[in-house]
């Protein structure tokens, strides 16, 4: 019944800035963490960062910290991730995903195995 769509995706040039969205519906998120992850052809996916959704604690991966922000509007059931100073290595499939009941030490936000729903995938291209 959980259901996330992304959206906001496309093409831009290096040091361009890109908002993508994630739209949550079905269930009672106030517990969940929120998370992005990227997929880039060839290469295996990659944690992007993640927010909870009660408190807003965020946390990123070392390739995006500083340039990426995370962020959330309860009210509309969505988790934004805010992409400034856009390189080339970014350009990949953004997949917002979800961790039922929020990150374990056995479940931390940053693997893959952690999340119980995701998306489809949001392409972000980025020329150089």
């Known amino acids: 019944q959980v259901q996330l769509v992304e959206s906001g995706g496309g093409l831009l040039q290096a040091g361009g800035a890109l908002r993508v969205s994630c739209v949550a519906s079905?269930?009672?998120?106030?517990?969940?963490?929120m998370g992005w992850f990227r997929q880039a052809a060839g290469k295996e996916r990659e944690f992007v960062g993640a927010?909870?959704?009660?408190?807003?604690?965020?946390f990123y991966g070392d390739s995006v910290k500083g340039r990426f922000t995370i962020s959330r509007d309860n009210a509309k059931n969505t988790v934004y991730l805010q992409m400034n100073s856009l390189k080339s290595e970014d350009t990949a499939v953004y997949y917002c995903?979800?961790?039922?009941?929020?990150?374990?030490?056995?479940?931390?936000?940053?693997?893959?195995?952690?999340?119980?729903?995701w998306g489809q995938g949001t392409q972000v291209t980025v020329s150089s």
């Open positions: 927010i909870t959704w009660n408190r807003g604690n965020k």
């Open positions: 079905g269930g009672a998120f106030n517990m969940y963490a």
């Open positions: 995903a979800a961790i039922r009941g929020g990150p374990t030490t056995a479940r931390p936000m940053g693997l893959m195995s952690s999340y119980d729903y």
